[in-house]
């Protein structure tokens, strides 16, 4: 399928006439749960999990066979800044570790029974430095857009979206105190880990940048603020809202990325759960303003989707729950 939008505005269309969760199945979902062989809610979490599953994807007994983890790439003109730890060139470097299998999130895609794809965004040519211009024009942002929408597989039924790019915390960072207010301070973090100096020039340059850039809707703030690899998983994630794919976000940059879509669209994100709390400062904050409880916290900072890999795991586990236990009726187990 195509991509059905070539600007900005039509991509806005979209958000605002994307599929709502069914709520048919959904109800279906909610009285098989009432009939399943545990005290009522003794399974927590992965009740609530398992019945939006089933509503977003129509069906009162689902099952997850083909969850697809995408990560996309993109370099950063910001990082002239001196706004992170490591080179830029870390970016391309990282992604021939993905294609050979040597990351962390290959592992933890194989250990999820992922598949995992990995799409560099035009690496050698850098968005512009947002300290001092738009970070894309609207034909790059949406170019990265329908990258992400393009990138989503058709018979997915989990999707994750990560991203690997230098200077992207800061980008993340922009991003969230355009959309959220308060000070730069409150939103920057050490990323792949400044130091106190680097952390005063990481604020010194989100609260120059949004001097500059201020006004505008989510999408907007993508184009002038995110990267090439924010876009792509904000198209990514509308697409598996047209396909009713339920999505996994990652961690702060991803985050940030998804915030563009339900500024622009409120509902924009209902089809995703957080999949964990980074441990970059903010983005507990973020996850906060977007009404979103992690499933993990286990003090990761990594990226590459690798806490949104972990969740599928807990997904994988509440619909197999579901969708495979027995009923009081079917066991033979007195009810209550
Ligand atoms: O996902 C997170 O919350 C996260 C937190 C800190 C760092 N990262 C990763 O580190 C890179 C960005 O860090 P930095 O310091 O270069 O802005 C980028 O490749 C991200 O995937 C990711
Ligand atoms: C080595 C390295 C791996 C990463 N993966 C995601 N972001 C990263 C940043 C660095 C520096």
Redesign the pocket.
């Known amino acids: 399928m195509p991509a059905t939008f070539s600007t900005l505005a039509e991509f806005r269309t979209l958000l605002t006439h994307a599929p709502k969760i069914d709520a048919i199945a959904l109800g279906e979902a909610q009285d098989r749960n009432g009939q399943l062989t545990k005290p009522p809610g003794a399974l927590g979490r992965l009740e609530d999990l398992a019945i939006w599953y089933a509503g977003w994807r129509g069906t009162a007994r689902p099952s997850i066979d083909a969850p697809q983890v995408i990560i996309f790439a993109g370099n950063h003109g910001v990082t002239a800044q001196g706004?992170?730890?490591?080179p830029a060139e870390v970016?391309e470097q990282m992604v021939m570790n993905f294609q050979h299998g040597g990351a962390a999130i290959n592992q933890l895609s194989k250990a999820a029974g992922a598949s995992l794809d990995v799409h560099a965004l035009s690496l050698d040519v850098p968005t512009q430095d947002f300290t001092q211009t738009s970070a894309m024009d609207e034909a790059g942002v949406v170019d990265a857009l329908v990258a992400g929408w393009n990138a989503v597989a058709p018979h997915t039924d989990l999707l994750v979206v990560g991203?690997?790019?230098?200077?992207?915390?800061?980008s993340a960072a922009a991003i969230a105190h355009a959309l959220f207010g308060g000070q730069a301070e409150d939103w920057v973090?050490r990323?792949?880990?400044?130091d106190d100096a680097g952390l005063a020039n990481k604020a010194r340059v989100v609260r120059e940048a949004v001097a500059l850039h201020a006004g505008g809707d989510g999408l907007d703030t993508l184009m002038r603020l995110g990267g090439r690899e924010l876009a792509a998983m904000a198209g990514a994630i509308a697409k598996a809202r047209s396909l009713r794919i339920p999505v996994i976000l990652?961690?702060?940059?991803?985050t940030a990325a998804a915030a563009c879509l339900a500024q622009t669209q409120p509902d924009a994100l209902d089809h995703t759960v957080a999949g964990h709390a980074?441990a970059?400062a903010a983005?507990r904050a973020l996850l906060a303003q977007l009404d979103k409880q992690p499933l993990l916290a286990l003090n990761m900072?990594?990226?590459?989707g690798s806490?949104g890999a972990l969740a599928i795991n807990i997904l994988k586990s509440a619909v197999a729950c579901h969708s495979g236990m027995a009923t009081f009726a079917e066991a033979g187990v007195s009810d209550a």
Do not use: P, W
């Open positions: 706004v992170s730890a490591f970016t991203e690997m790019g230098i200077g992207n915390t800061t973090g990323g792949t880990g400044v990652d961690g702060f940059i991803c980074s970059e983005h900072r990594l990226g590459e806490g």
